[in-house]
């Protein structure tokens, strides 16, 4: 057996039979493509077929459509990957440990990823991870270094969420959920910010502080951890690691820090070596300098809107240069990046009006896409919102009222959840009707639809030509953007 928290592709026999369960998902449908690019006999299973598994299929890669034990048997897999949603009781992870094969979470073969690259960059943080590591991937594209990618997101120029480049470079997201991103090592990590997230894994703001501190201690001595300067969490979250370096007597990684303004940086006590300075914005798009150890570099005009998009093409930027990025390569991908699937997209229009989605489930998240579109040229904005888990809605409620109540009129849908018992739900007793009544209470707008076909047509009843239809939330909801643009 492999270890799984040690081993990379190199210890698995070349045309290696390795199976998919769940790999119609966004991280799994990548990790199988990659897979395949590597030299290995790749098939999985999904109970939904999708675009994706219709892709894979066209790829030569061998779909199931159910999850049966009989998969197994005639796939004849050495090895399966499975993502955190399945559980013990699934036919397949049954079949399979009859048969004593090893199987590896979604984390753990991503993680071998990591252990075979040359040079890996991992991009961690609570929001932007994808925006961020897509950005960073165009700078080293742009530089023909030829990276190796895995995204969170589908990205156009990649036909998909990953890129099959050499084994010198990865750039991967680094998703704390379920703490999957400790089974990655790093050469340059990037922490972009650190808030109250996944609560079912993180009841406190000190636990996530505490996870993503382990999480700089697996990166190399002589590697790189680039952050956002004033994040007063991420401060602490590198503090607490140090403690842990300077108690092994390791070498601790060199920080560089990242900020909108000069003043001393909170994680290093000292001016920022990446600023962004002279920040305009020019029909709602930021355009700005970008000042690296006290020298400007690069003039930068991005084409997605938001205060925050500076902040993660700063990071970005310093990930890029570090890893042999030129300021004309950086410069050059950040003028032409138009963004992720479902990070600021815009859909088309709709009676007259820019339909826009975004994957701001999160309060912080959907503040930060809000302000956003308000800078862009428009009548009113409608946002049409739905919240990710109950979970994470019922402890963040009041972040969700205070993010939500500025707003003109927001259309609420009911939370979504794909990885919560029907007892764990009914146990929360929460319901995104109930940010929606608390938003009126306090002198808010607010409607909350139970089913979808209502939302839409209340749609319909109140926009106007010029306004903004802004839908923020998982993919459940944001396929309304693809309805209403068909």
Do not use: W
């Not at 920022?272 to 700005?288: C, H, M, S, Y």
């Not at 925050?308 to 004309?328: D, K, S």
């Not at 229009?349 to 339909?355: G, S, T």
């Amino acid at each position: 057996m492999l270890d799984s928290k040690t081993f990379t592709l190199n210890d698995i026999k070349s045309g290696a039979r390795i199976y998919f369960i769940g790999i119609g998902g966004i991280s799994m449908n990548g990790l199988a493509r990659l897979a395949k690019h590597a030299g290995f006999v790749v098939g999985g299973s999904d109970n939904h077929p999708s675009e994706r598994t219709a892709i894979l299929e066209e790829q030569g890669i061998k779909i199931y459509g159910s999850q049966i034990a009989a998969n197994i048997d005639d796939f004849k897999p050495d090895y399966l990957v499975k993502t955190a949603a399945i559980l013990p009781h699934n036919e397949e992870v049954k079949r399979a440990t009859e048969l004593e094969l090893q199987i590896f979470d979604r984390a753990e073969f991503l993680g071998a990823f990591t252990r075979t690259h040359k040079n890996v960059i991992n991009v961690s943080g609570t929001h932007g991870k994808t925006t961020t590591t897509s950005m960073i991937s165009m700078m080293l594209i742009e530089q023909d270094l030829d990276p190796t990618v895995h995204l969170g997101a589908d990205l156009d120029i990649f036909d998909g969420t990953v890129r099959a480049g050499s084994k010198d470079l990865l750039v991967s997201e680094a998703c704390e959920f379920n703490r999957s991103f400790l089974n990655f090592s790093s050469t340059t990590a990037v922490i972009t910010n650190i808030d109250h997230d996944h609560v079912d894994c993180y009841p406190t703001i000190e636990d996530v502080i505490d996870v993503f501190a382990k999480f700089v201690r697996l990166v190399d001595d002589d590697g790189y951890v680039v952050v956002s300067g004033h994040d007063k969490n991420i401060a602490r979250s590198l503090a607490e690691a140090k403690e842990y370096f300077d108690k092994t007597g390791r070498k601790f990684p060199q920080v560089v820090t990242c900020a909108t303004d000069s003043e001393v940086c909170e994680a290093t006590g000292k001016k920022a070596d990446f600023i962004a300075k002279n920040i305009t914005f020019e029909n709602g798009l930021p355009v700005f300098d970008i000042e690296i150890n006290g020298e400007t570099k690069i003039n930068v005009s991005l084409k997605i809107p938001g205060s925050h998009n500076i902040a993660n093409a700063l990071n970005a930027a310093a990930a890029a240069y570090l890893n042999g990025a030129t300021p004309e390569a950086i410069q050059s991908a950040l003028d032409s990046f138009n963004g992720a699937d479902g990070r600021y997209t815009v859909k088309g229009k709709y009676r007259d009006c820019d339909v826009v989605v975004d994957y701001a489930h999160h309060p912080t998240a959907a503040r930060a896409t809000i302000e956003a579109a308000s800078n862009m040229p428009h009548n009113d904005i409608l946002v049409v919102f739905q919240p990710l888990t109950y979970n994470r809605t019922k402890k963040l409620f009041e972040d969700y009222v205070t993010s939500l109540l500025p707003c003109k009129k927001v259309l609420f849908s009911e939370i979504f959840s794909d990885r919560e018992s029907a007892s764990a739900i009914a146990e929360l007793a929460i319901s995104s009707k109930d940010i929606s009544d608390e938003i009126n209470k306090r002198g808010g707008d607010s409607e909350f639809f139970a089913d979808k076909k209502d939302l839409r047509k209340r749609i319909d009843e109140l926009i106007k030509p010029g306004d903004i239809i802004l839908i923020l939330g998982p993919e459940d909801i944001r396929e309304m953007g693809d309805e209403l643009c068909s």
